[in-house]
């Protein structure tokens, strides 16, 4: 997204709609997994109680904390998502966002039952991902993201109870993509 040339507009747009369709937040624990530079860890960290902001990538852990750095309800860990452990019953929401692109369907049910795990009752997870039509893996070498179809993450997350699923208005009307999708999930 931070590569076409509206991107400072579709970023506006697009985190205002995402922030629109979260349950509320306010004084909760939240997990974003795939944290990247900060975009939401930011917008979390405004009031919820507690943020752990997760990402494989130490540099984009670095920027995060260097733009989030004066709150002081966040903690940053660079980590593979599959290898991220906390304690049961732990977060009230789990944002994830183009994290799941890059796994396989087997790592996803395995990440899907630890994020289960991790949830308190009633607790949310909300994922954002860039879809395709039908399944479809990207032709550039050493580029290892699956395009999934929408129904292929209704399948990959069955067990859990859909609140809402849709996609990213904000990309539709400024890029004219209509395949950056997202799910509002419950614990099951």
Known sequence: MLLQLNAEQLDKEERSEVLGLLP???EKTVLDLGAGIGRFTAEFAKTAKKVVAVDLC????????KANIAHQNIDWI???????????????????WS?????????????SKKLNLW???????FFVESCAAATHFSPIANYYAHYRSPLVYDKLFKNW???????????????????????SLSKS
């Open 58 to 65: 130490p540099h984009f852990i670095e920027a995060n904390k």
């Open 78 to 96: 660079s980590a593979d998502a599959l290898d991220a452990d906390f304690p049961a019953q732990h977060f009230d929401l789990i944002f994830i």
């Open 99 to 111: 994290v799941l692109m890059y796994l396989p369907d087997r790592e996803i049910q395995t990440l």
């Open 24 to 26: 509320p937040f306010t």
């Open 161 to 183: 109870e859909l609140v809402a699923r849709g996609n990213i208005q904000a990309y539709e009307d400024l890029a004219a993509d209509p395949f950056k999708c997202y799910w």
């Open 119 to 125: 949830l308190k009752p009633k607790g949310h997870l």
